[in-house]
């Protein structure tokens, strides 16, 4: 809203966008959607919705653009940030800011562009969405209702993402939901007598990886590493991201045979990844797996966890790239030996 943008507070713009954990995740329906309808409502060849980083402009979702990002230096979209009603251009070739642009004068050939700010609840612009037209265009005072109607709902949907509880990179739970939902599934399972596990597994020698290649191959190699697991794991078995390149299995009705059979699988699937830098060389991909049981239902999650931390670090120690298995003790479980 007017007054409530603010307009020269960069690092805490970059802060807000980052808060969202939203930049080079992947295809996400409800984004799609919303740009599906711009462009049949406002009949535009080209539509996005565009996140400005530092130093280049990235798009959630698209239409009509072959590339998902460009350099923040030749975005119509940094301009648009930098006011808070809409940015309207009905000739690109007419305006000294984008005449000589190589989006307008290259193959792209950009005439008309209708930007509205996405401005986040704490009054930042972190994007646009945005329509525009290949030839010279005035657009309405319906086509901008539209829009701005629609980059509330792009904002809307970004902070449903921050509070459902799920890890913006890879979509499985984070920490605190995650163990939550261990909690009550031990109450569940002791109320029906049911068996669960859970296991923990690192992504071996990560920071070498992030160290050598930056992070957004880092990023690649984590999302890469759950699409493996979430194709070897059943249903009723749930993923949490408990922070770094460490996550967590949680497998209800499950013994232990079982559940350590799963982890072979996913330890197997990620070892079978094949990843390679920009530059074209190879990297490999292993991890390694603690598994452990529900061996009293008086345990609490933090009590399991720390049961296959314990064999997480044994996988470690005995060479990683492995699954191994808690052992409970009388001195760290008494009565449970």
């Not at 119509?76 to 309207?88: D, F, K, N, S, T």
Request: with cysteine; hydrophobic share 40%.
């Amino acid at each position: 809203m007017p007054g409530k943008v603010k307009l020269d507070d960069e690092t805490g713009r970059l802060a807000a966008l980052r808060r969202y954990q939203v930049l080079d995740t992947q295809i996400e329906r409800p984004f799609e959607t919303i740009i599906s309808l711009v462009e049949d409502i406002l009949e535009v060849p080209i539509c996005a919705v565009s996140l400005l980083d530092a130093d280049r402009q990235w798009f959630k979702a698209q239409r009509g653009l072959e590339v998902c990002e460009t350099s923040r230096d030749i975005a119509l979209c940094h301009y648009a940030i930098q006011q808070e009603e809409p940015m309207v251009v009905p000739d690109t070739t007419a305006d000294e800011r984008f005449s000589a642009n190589p989006l307008v004068t290259g193959e792209e050939h950009l005439r008309a562009y209708a930007g509205v700010p996405l401005v986040t609840p704490d009054g930042y612009a972190i994007g646009t969405l945005f329509a525009m037209d290949t030839q010279p265009r005035t657009f309405s005072d319906y086509d901008l209702r539209v829009l701005r109607r629609f980059a509330r709902l792009v904002v809307d949907e970004l902070e449903l993402r921050l509070q459902s509880g799920a890890d913006q990179l890879t979509g499985v739970m984070v920490h605190g939901a995650w163990m939550a939902m261990v909690r009550e599934e031990i109450q569940r399972a002791a109320r029906n007598a049911n068996t669960l596990c859970i296991s923990l597994f690192d992504i071996d020698r990560f920071k070498r990886i992030n160290d050598a290649h930056g992070r957004a191959l880092g990023d690649q190699v984590i999302r890469s590493v759950i699409a493996a697991c979430e194709t070897e794991l059943r249903a009723g078995s749930k993923l949490g991201r408990l922070g770094g390149a460490q996550f967590a299995v949680l497998f209800t009705e499950c013994a232990l045979d079982q559940a350590v059979v799963a982890a072979e699988r996913c330890r197997r699937a990620i070892e079978r990844l094949t990843l390679s830098t920009p530059e074209g060389a190879d990297i490999e991909v292993t991890a390694s797996f603690g598994v452990a049981p529900l061996y009293s239902y008086a345990l609490s999650p933090e009590e399991l966890i720390e049961l296959a931390d314990r064999a997480l670090y044994q996988a470690k120690s005995n060479g990683r790239n492995r699954v191994e298995v808690g052992q409970v003790v009388p001195s760290f479980y008494p009565g449970t030996a």
